[in-house]
């Protein structure tokens, strides 16, 4: 998927513990994205990253946090997991730049269960 | 609230016909316009963008923009069953200094043979 990689790809993890995903690319891009996808709300945007430490929250940011220190890997930790988290986590890259012209392109998601 | 709108379907047709996958977008700023499909149980791949007014075609996929009406269409012609699958609508507008996408809830196409 164009440089683009998600760990794990499946994990189910109790209420309550801490859970950490990892996007890692090799496009060298700028921006970076974590999604969550659940059936009936479509795409939602958790975090993003302008750069190296620059990140930002999307519309369904509260439980989430992430960290980006190195170009390449964009962190996204659930500090403590419930229920509601439940669901399939994608990252995504933007084009060279965020240019207008370009779409983002994405990794092969993380379905995650929370018992 | 920036949003996006699809119908959410099941839109079924038969193989060879021409599926129409239509969007609405409230942001009168947004700038560009994107088409994914997604297969069930995988990632969203990107098929089409458009930015100006009019027809974009593609092979059998022609993407249409209204930015007056803000409209955004996705036509497949001759159908096939390997086009089943959801397909995405996602605009691109500012917000702040960064460009973002957002998404609408994806329509399903069932091609039937």
């Known amino acids: 998927d164009a440089g683009i990689t998600q760990s794990p790809r499946h994990k189910v993890t109790e209420t309550g513990t801490p859970v950490t995903l990892r996007c890692h690319q090799t496009?060298?891009?700028?921006?970076m994205y974590w999604y969550r996808q659940d059936p009936g709300h479509g795409l939602r945007l958790i975090h993003y990253s302008y750069g190296v430490k620059d990140t930002d929250k999307g519309e369904v940011s509260d439980g989430y946090s992430v960290s980006r220190s190195k170009t390449e890997d964009f962190l996204l930790t659930l500090e403590s997991a419930t229920s509601s988290q439940t669901s399939v986590y994608f990252c995504?890259?933007?084009?060279?730049?965020?240019?207008?012209?370009?779409?983002?392109?994405f990794g092969s998601g993380t379905r995650l269960t929370v018992v | 609230q920036k949003e996006v709108e699809q119908n959410s379907g099941p839109l079924s047709v038969p193989e060879g016909a021409i599926a129409s996958l239509n969007c609405t977008y409230s942001?009168?700023?947004?700038?560009?316009f994107f088409w994914y499909r997604q297969y069930s149980g995988k990632s969203p791949e990107l098929i089409m963008f458009?930015?100006?007014?009019g027809d974009k075609e593609d092979g059998r996929f022609t993407a249409q923009l209204n930015k007056a009406s803000q409209y955004v269409s996705l036509l497949i012609r001759d159908s096939q069953p390997s086009d089943s699958a959801t397909y995405l609508c996602a605009v691109k507008s500012s917000g702040g200094s960064n460009y973002k996408l957002t998404f609408g809830k994806g329509t399903l196409l069932t091609v039937n043979p």
């Open positions: 995504a890259i933007s084009g060279p730049s965020q240019d207008l012209l370009y779409g983002y392109t």
């Open positions: 942001d009168r700023g947004s700038q560009s």
């Open positions: 458009i930015y100006s007014n």
């Open positions: 496009e060298n891009h700028r921006y």
